[in-house]
């Protein structure tokens, strides 16, 4: 008959069985340990002597002890290497799979660092970059500032310049014209009509200016260059005196025998194109606010509210944008 070899879980002792039996190998007791169970509860049951010839000497008792230790600290040592023989396999399963996950997000992560590193090289350059366009904007508009006063300051030389030629100069508008006329004679009929003795050395030029606007059918104005400011002067004092004087027949076309129907003449100073574009601005602004008089004086424009108001200088549009 077939056998097998059993592990007692009451003694540990190894013990041959039948192939035959059914047995649990975890719980598993020999039939001597069976024995040796009481068939009852002796809880209760009186402690017999043991005979003296029963009793187990030092020596087997110790005897006995020792390889019970020596077989539970085997079966101990067995187990322990066990555990830890598969202990270590599952962690070093573990740390090869872990291993092996974390290997590609490794090479991502190594991507990424580059990636920053680029970009953040990139990101450095383009501050640099950044701090150096502001620093050139700043000083541009510290040259743009100073270039805009520059240029400011010149055209205001410039449009005094423009002022002084024109000293000596007066303007005349409203006078018709005709294809064969003579501008100097047409002066001199003017002064004439308002009581000046201007003789012909006193005229240096005399033309019809063309108009800034090339649709105007509006006669050309009439620029008559004077010998000199005092006597330019005197030829438009002598005109407003005449208006003054003669409040319903002032200075017209048909005083100075022209044809047609009556036109008024206007005699002014002449201004520069800047002056000139300032004086209409002027006026407007008058006609908004109310301003009564608005004249020209030796290239200078002023206003007034009303007589008993003070004069106004009027240097810039600014000027105007502060009235009230």
């Known amino acids: 008959m077939s056998s097998k070899q059993m592990i007692c879980a009451g003694c540990l002792n190894t013990v041959k069985v039948s192939m035959d039996l059914e047995l649990n190998k975890q719980n598993w007791v020999c039939p001597e340990c069976i024995n040796k169970k009481p068939k009852s509860d002796t809880t209760n049951t009186p402690v017999r002597a043991i005979p003296v010839e029963d009793e187990i000497s030092p020596e087997q008792l110790s005897d006995h002890s020792v390889q019970e230790n020596v077989t539970l600290r085997n079966v101990r040592n067995r187990l322990e290497t066990c555990d830890t023989d598969l202990t270590s396999l599952i962690r070093n399963e573990i740390k090869a799979a872990i291993r092996a996950e974390m290997a590609p997000i490794r090479e991502k992560l190594q991507e990424l660092q580059n990636s920053v590193q680029y970009i953040s090289g990139q990101y450095d350059d383009l501050i640099k970059s950044t701090n150096k366009i502001i ?91 004077l010998i000199s400011t005092r006597c330019r002067d005197e030829f438009y ?88």
Request: contains cysteine; aromatic residues 6%; hydrophobic residues 35%.
């Open 135 to 225: 620093l050139d904007h700043k000083n541009m508009q510290v040259e743009c500032e100073q270039l805009r006063t520059t240029v400011s300051v010149m055209t205001q030389r410039i449009d005094q310049l423009e002022q002084y030629l024109r000293n000596n100069n007066l303007e005349i508008q409203g006078v018709p014209e005709h294809k064969n006329e003579n501008v100097v004679s047409i002066v001199s009929r003017i002064a004439d009509v308002v009581s000046l003795k201007l003789q012909d050395k006193d005229i240096l030029n005399c033309t019809r200016v063309a108009h800034k606007n090339k649709d105007s059918k509006a006669p050309r104005a009439i620029v008559v260059q």
């Open 237 to 324: 004092s002598a005109v407003s005196r005449y208006n003054r004087s003669h409040p319903k027949c002032k200075l017209g076309s048909s005083l100075l025998n022209f044809g047609g129907p009556t036109v008024p003449i206007y005699v002014s100073e002449h201004l520069s194109p800047a002056n000139k574009s300032l004086h209409a601005a002027a006026r407007i602004k008058a006609r908004e606010l109310t301003y009564k008089f608005v004249w020209v004086r030796n290239g200078r424009i002023f206003m007034r509210k009303d007589e008993t108001s003070p004069f106004v200088h009027v240097k810039s549009e600014k000027t105007l944008d502060s009235l009230k």
